[in-house]
């Protein structure tokens, strides 16, 4: 009996030591957990009530992002996310997010995995976001960086539905002041209404925002059938 | 049994420890103990952690164990680090320090003014130039609205801080121009050679630059060009002096861009008519050609070349002297070529090469007699390589060589075929330079640099140094900046072949405040500049005995009135300046130099016009001149300048953009100076004719048509 517990408890140490490594096993980099993680916080937006449910959430990437620095994704959110808090965001946070984004978004540039058609799409999306801190000011002086970052955008595919969404929209609100034709903006919002139901992100986690923006945009539109 | 039990739960015990959860909590502030919500705490290298809540506290649970290292970072903070075992990780009280800037984010703004930007604008707007009330459109035009810059209206050209023009010297993208101004007639001002819309910054130093740049006394303008456009885009532009047209072509990485423009002023002469006689009325062809391309993801290649041609016949009746009539024949042709490469390599090192060549070639009849000609030839090959790493926090390193090698050659030839003046000249001058750029403390930088340079011509050395002590806090800047500049004697010296022996050199001393608030900036200066080696003529030949002086402050404010829509610019410059040099018989005050210079800019935005207005009042003391119907040297003053220009521009649609002007609206004959006859009248005095603008008045208005552009006003063809 005695011989037997001794063997009990070598046994319950031995298993105690392969959980331990279990545990430090977890914590090891594999692709699966990261996209794992990644889903379950990004999965959080659609609960989040308030700017401090999805400040927790960009934390939560940030966190993500330092174990695993080589993948895109993570810098792609926070920037994104930053971005999004910024047009709400009192005015002595809105520098420090803007800031952050923009060193996110160049870090992005030089990250080879990256998909540049969605970062230069987050680039036009920043000058849109400087241009939202002071419209009558910025406005004149960003609105090229805009149209270029997003035509850059397109020019590495242009089957992303995003800058030619956000492009159609930028060049909408503008044609209140230059006056342009609108005639086609919401045969255009149709069009665009098709490339997303027609578009695959690469990864399930791949960027696929945007058809909210498009619903909203659609509001004034005839409803066709 | 009870001993099994016993085991059992003591087993239990141990697993349930060994895989124990430990509760990390704490509280995080500010350093004025204030809680501060959102901040990110986790154990490092893994993604276990929490955010603040609103009170600035966090929990959460590690299954990590031993000696651990918590982090916690917050957007403005300073990321705090502690080390410690994971059990002593609870009920911390973590205080966060304030963000500092570092090297790269601080730009010193101490004697520099960069058109458009601001600390909150990141971004040069070419229309700042164009909408600046006197410009007409022309970079040195917009740059005359700056403290610092002195009137020198029958010339256009920059002159600042008791320099002469030749003391400030362009620069594209750190490559040196030698020729940045047009050829006009006597008594036009100039203009930039380079459109405003090739530029995404234009930032003026008026004392005190980068060890970087040498070969100015006074100051440097350095500009850089726009990054590689991304869309493909045509326009046109015509107005009644010009016509011109030009476009880019865009590609995913690179792009081309091309501009021509044709200028002549015969139409224009016949509706407003200038002071001259025109056999052949001023006509120019101006062609450029720019490459950009992204090369890899971390180095840009450029390639600018500019070419123009101009032309003139002038007929001169020189009824002060009763010199026979002469037509006064100009023929100019200019080439410039721009090559740069940057790029970062993977430590981050920037390094930068860089080439520019300058070519002029002047043929002048007619030029005192009838049957003269003369021609001048002048090129330069300027090469430079650079490079930058900032090493720390705390440091900054720069240095660089460059090289320039000129050639200048003129020949003067008489009526009668002799030849009374052949001048040739080459001269090679190389430079290198280190620059030190430190952080001391929080607020606190500090910046030790020196250039040293070798002339062949005057085989003479000559080490620079620059000191400077800056002070930044938010929108709060104090400096105090030390240096010494050197530039060797002008062409006209040098051609002389007498022994100069060493370069000219001027000492600055500057202390500058200013202060930013909401789109507000109060900037005043204070500066005193020492010249020595000055090109002196005595006896009939050239020293270098020359020296002068030159103090005064510099006052600049500029805002915003949001609810009137109107921005506003208002600058003001004292000078005090001295020299003996040249052929000056005593040290005077110099030609150029006005004791006081003042300039008010408004710029009204109409939305319900599409449209902007642009206002500027410009004003300066009287310019010293040299009567000598009087006795002494440069001993008069001319009367005061005054002059209101106006512009108005409007966006008539997506593709046009109509822009007309007026200079000079109060119709003032503001007088320059005078030039005497070279001997007296019957009476024993010197008869004299003002300095004058040839047109009084200009009447401008041109419409730019954008014939295929992504956006909206996209005029410029770059």
């Not at chain 2, 869309?231 to 880019?248: D, F, H, Q």
Request: with cysteine.
């Amino acid at each position: 009996m005695k011989k037997l517990c001794v063997v009990l408890v070598f046994m319950v140490m031995l298993l105690n030591q392969a959980l331990c490594t279990n545990q430090i096993a977890t914590n090891e980099n594999t692709k699966s957990e990261f996209y794992q993680i990644l889903g379950s916080s990004l999965s959080k937006l659609s609960t989040a009530q308030n700017e401090a449910d999805l400040l927790s959430v960009v934390n939560e990437i940030k966190r993500l992002e330092t174990m695993f620095p080589d993948e895109w994704l993570t810098t792609y959110y926070i920037a994104f996310l930053d971005l999004k808090a910024s047009f709400s965001a009192p005015i002595e946070k809105q520098e420090v997010l803007l800031k952050e984004a923009l060193l996110k978004i160049e870090n992005l540039k030089q990250n080879k995995s990256a998909n540049l058609s969605e970062v230069y799409t987050l680039e036009g999306y920043y000058y849109l976001a400087i241009i939202a801190q002071n419209p009558a000011q910025n406005g004149q002086i960003y609105y090229k960086e805009v149209i270029s970052a997003y035509s850059k955008a397109i020019a590495y595919n242009g089957e992303n539905p995003r800058p030619v969404l956000l492009l159609t929209l930028f060049k909408n609100r503008m044609a209140q002041f230059t006056g342009a034709d609108q005639s086609s903006f919401c045969e255009d919002l149709k069009k665009i209404e098709l490339m997303f139901s027609t578009f695959t992100p690469k990864t399930k986690l791949d960027p696929n925002w945007g058809e909210q923006q498009l619903k909203t945009a659609q509001q004034n539109c005839p409803s066709q059938e | 049994m009870k001993k099994t039990i016993c085991l059992m739960g003591f087993l239990l015990l141990n697993l349930f420890l060994l895989n124990a959860q430990i509760k990390i909590s704490g509280k995080v502030t500010d350093e004025n103990k204030q809680a501060l919500p959102g901040a990110n705490v986790y154990i490092k290298g893994t993604v276990e952690g929490a955010s603040t809540d609103t009170e600035g506290f966090f929990q959460f649970e590690s299954t990590s164990n031993g000696e651990q290292v918590l982090v916690v970072s917050c957007l403005g903070y300073q990321t705090h680090e502690k080390k410690d075992l994971i059990t002593n990780l609870k009920g911390l009280i973590i205080i966060m320090k304030q963000e500092e800037l570092g090297l790269d984010e601080i730009v010193v703004t101490a004697s520099t003014f960069s058109i458009g930007r601001s600390r909150t604008v990141e971004k040069m707007n070419a229309l700042d130039v164009v909408l600046t009330g006197s410009s007409n459109g022309d970079i040195y035009g917009a740059l005359q609205t700056l403290p610092g810059t002195q009137k020198v209206g029958e010339d256009g050209k920059l002159y600042v801080r008791g320099g002469e023009t030749r003391e400030s010297q362009t620069f594209i993208d750190g490559m040196h121009v030698l020729f940045p101004y047009t050829s006009t007639a006597q008594n036009t001002p100039v203009r930039s050679r380079f459109s405003p819309f090739l530029f995404k910054g234009i930032n003026l130093s008026l004392g005190g630059y980068d060890s970087e740049y040498g070969q100015a006394l006074s100051s440097i303008l350095p500009m850089e060009t726009k990054d590689a456009a991304s869309s493909t885009k045509i326009g046109v532009n015509a107005s009644p002096l010009s016509i011109g047209g030009g476009g880019t072509y865009a590609w995913k990485k690179a792009s081309v861009s091309a501009n021509v423009n044709y200028t002549n002023k015969s139409l224009y002469s016949k509706v407003f008519p200038d002071d001259y006689q025109w056999k052949k009325d001023y006509r120019s062809l101006a062609g450029e050609v720019q490459i950009r391309s992204q090369l890899g993801r971390n180095s840009v290649y450029k390639l600018y070349l500019g070419i123009d041609r101009t032309a003139f016949i002038r007929t001169i009746t020189d009824d002060l002297n009763n010199t026979p009539t002469r037509n006064f024949d100009l023929a100019r042709d200019n080439y410039y070529i721009n090559s740069t490469f940057a790029t970062r390599t993977k430590n981050n090192y920037h390094l930068f090469l860089g080439t520019a060549y300058s070519y002029a070639s002047n043929k002048y009849k007619n030029t005192n007699l009838v049957g003269d000609a003369f021609t001048d030839h002048e090129s330069e090959l300027h090469a430079k390589a650079k490079i930058e790493k900032s090493i720390s926090k705390f440091y900054k390193l720069r240095g660089g060589l460059e090289a320039y090698l000129k050639n200048h050659s003129q020949t003067y030839e008489d009526n009668l075929s002799a030849i009374l003046m052949d001048n040739d000249l080459q001269r090679n001058l190389y430079a290198g330079y280190l620059d030190n750029q430190f952080k001391l403390k929080k607020y606190l930088y500090a910046n030790a640099s020196a250039r040293v340079e070798y002339s062949e011509l005057l085989n003479s050395w000559n080490l620079a140094p620059r000191l400077s002590l800056n002070y930044i806090n938010n929108g709060f800047q104090a400096s105090a900046i030390v240096g010494k500049y050197f530039q060797e004697q002008e062409d006209g010296v040098l051609f002389s072949k007498n022994d100069i022996g060493q370069q000219e050199s001027c000492m600055h001393y500057i202390l500058s405040g200013s202060y930013e608030l909401n789109g507000t900036v109060l900037k005043v200066e204070l500066y005193k500049k020492k010249y020595e080696g000055l090109g002196l003529l005595q006896n009939n030949a050239y020293s270098s005995l020359g020296y002068g002086k030159s103090k005064g402050i510099d006052a600049y404010l500029s805002g915003e009135s949001s609810p009137l829509r109107l921005k506003y610019t208002l600058a003001y410059s004292y000078n005090d300046s001295k020299r003996l040099f040249k052929d000056y018989a005593v040290e005077s005050v110099p030609l150029f130099s006005t004791k006081h210079n003042a300039s008010l800019s408004l710029r009204y935005s109409i939305p319900a016009l599409k449209a902007y207005a642009g206002l500027t009042y410009s004003y300066a003391s009287g310019r010293p001149y040299n009567n000598p119907n009087k006795a002494g040297f440069i001993n008069s003053k001319a009367p005061e300048y005054h002059s209101l220009d106006c512009n108005m521009t409007f966006l008539l649609s997506k593709n046009v953009i109509l822009y007309s002007s007026v200079t000079n609206v109060l119709g003032r004959k503001n007088v320059y100076g005078y030039t005497y006859s070279n001997a007296t009248n019957t009476e024993g005095i010197y008869n004299r004719k003002p300095i004058v603008n040839s047109r009084k008045q200009f009447y401008y208005v041109g419409i730019f048509i954008s014939l295929k552009s992504d956006s909206a006003y996209d005029v410029s063809s770059f």
